[in-house]
């Protein structure tokens, strides 16, 4: 799993580089001296893509799913916390207030005699 999210930076990085170095080739060339190349064609294609607008809903995305699983956890530690409140007061724990440190080293020693 760890060589797949690595394989995955890796080739996001590699993708932004190229990205980067096909909007900087045209400013490198002479303006006047050329005929329209293919840099030309990959930068017009990518200025008209509205990479705002994927960066606003992948934000809003990362947003709205970091929210519900904050929810999630929070509702899982209430239901822990419900049962091990429940299992003290009922007398399941290792005492009547949740036994203490010595008080288990009383029991395990007693248990290994």
Do not use: C
């Not at 005492?95 to 288990?104: F, V, W």
């Amino acid at each position: 799993m760890y060589d797949f999210i690595l394989q995955l930076i890796f080739i996001g990085s590699l993708s932004v580089i190229v990205f980067m170095l096909a909007r900087a080739l045209p400013r490198v060339a002479q303006p006047e001296s050329r005929s329209a190349s293919v840099y030309d064609y990959v930068d017009r294609w990518l200025g008209n893509l509205p990479l705002h607008h994927v960066d606003q809903r992948l934000s809003n995305f990362w947003e709205k799913w970091l929210r519900r699983t904050r929810i999630v956890l929070m509702k899982a530690d209430n239901y822990l916390l419900h049962k091990i409140n429940n299992s003290r007061k009922s007398g399941n724990g290792a005492g009547d207030n949740g036994g203490s440190i010595k008080e288990l080293l009383e029991q395990i020693n007693s248990e290994d005699k």
